[in-house]
């Protein structure tokens, strides 16, 4: 297994840090592999990134038989766009080390949680923008190619997730342009890409109504979606196993933990692996 450490630098930043995890080919299999590869924003509120939602999921995919990566991005006091950025840099480093690190560059999926779910899901929806493009970036080196939702913030209307907003916009927060430009849910079109979605009923944090509006705007675009809303279980459940509760064993759902298996299936229908 090659483990793999850089710092993404772009035009605003300088050091988000990226991590991977690599499955090497073997002769006794397939030498000639690539795998699908996963990059994990962890959540945080565009405060923090939590551990919680970085290395147990990315191991969890690993164990699925995906290359995975995380980043560890910009948060305030840094502001929108650095973030975006970060995950656009992400995405092209995967892709240009794709046969370094046996991934196939048609497979790359952003996987993020709660507010990282927000950062993917902006980069799902922006990757061939003007905002991305003035910045330097070539669409095919910056696009997804699928997309993993976790109970994520999407909204910055009724719905929002309001301290995540404040976070990640700062002092633009009272500009109704800007805030309205990161409301995902109106910001998807027939190029965002295929998308698997989970959230929980009883979300108290992050209300469920934020994947159900992404989960309506794909539709009206045509983009293919698999979603699964799970009727217990409160926010920031990440695998939903012991392995990421916290001390008071918060996080344990073990109905929610079925989760990544069902990522998998819709992985596998969805490539055709």
């Given amino acids: ?51 919680r939602e970085a290395e147990p999921v990315a191991i969890k995919m690993l164990s699925k038989g995906y290359q995975a990566f995380i980043l560890r991005y910009n948060v305030a006091p840094v502001h929108y766009p650095a973030s975006l950025l970060e995950i656009a840099s992400s995405v092209k480093l995967i892709r240009d080390n794709a046969e370094a690190w046996h991934v196939d560059p048609d497979k790359i999926i952003v996987a993020g949680f709660s507010a990282g ?23 095919a ?32 927060y009272d500009n109704e342009a800007i805030r309205e430009s990161v409301s995902l849910e109106k910001q998807v079109t027939a190029d965002t890409p295929a998308t698997f979605l989970w959230h929980t009923y009883t979300d108290d944090c992050v209300p469920v109504e934020n994947t159900l509006l992404f989960a309506d705007a794909l539709k009206k675009a045509n983009v293919p979606f698999e979603m699964h809303i799970f009727p217990k279980g409160g926010h920031g459940l990440s695998i939903a196993t012991a392995e990421t509760a916290i001390p008071n064993g918060y996080g344990i759902q073990p109905e929610v933990s079925v989760w990544p298996d069902l990522f998998a299936t819709w992985v596998k229908n969805t490539f055709n692996n």
């Fill in 117 to 139: 779910g927000h950062l993917a899901a902006n980069l799902a929806t922006a990757w061939n923008s003007k905002l991305l493009k003035d910045y330097g970036y070539q669409s």
């Fill in 1 to 51: 297994m090659q483990l793999i450490e850089k710092t993404i630098k772009t035009k605003l930043t300088d050091n988000a840090k990226f991590y991977g995890y690599v499955l090497d080919n073997s002769e006794e299999m397939d030498i000639n592999r690539r795998r699908p590869a996963i990059l994990v924003i962890p959540g945080g509120g565009y405060v923090m990134t939590s551990d």
């Fill in 141 to 172: 080196d910056i696009k997804p190619n699928g997309l993993l939702l976790g109970y994520s913030v999407i909204s910055s209307g009724k719905y929002a997730h309001v301290d995540s907003f404040k976070n990640l916009l700062g002092d633009d």
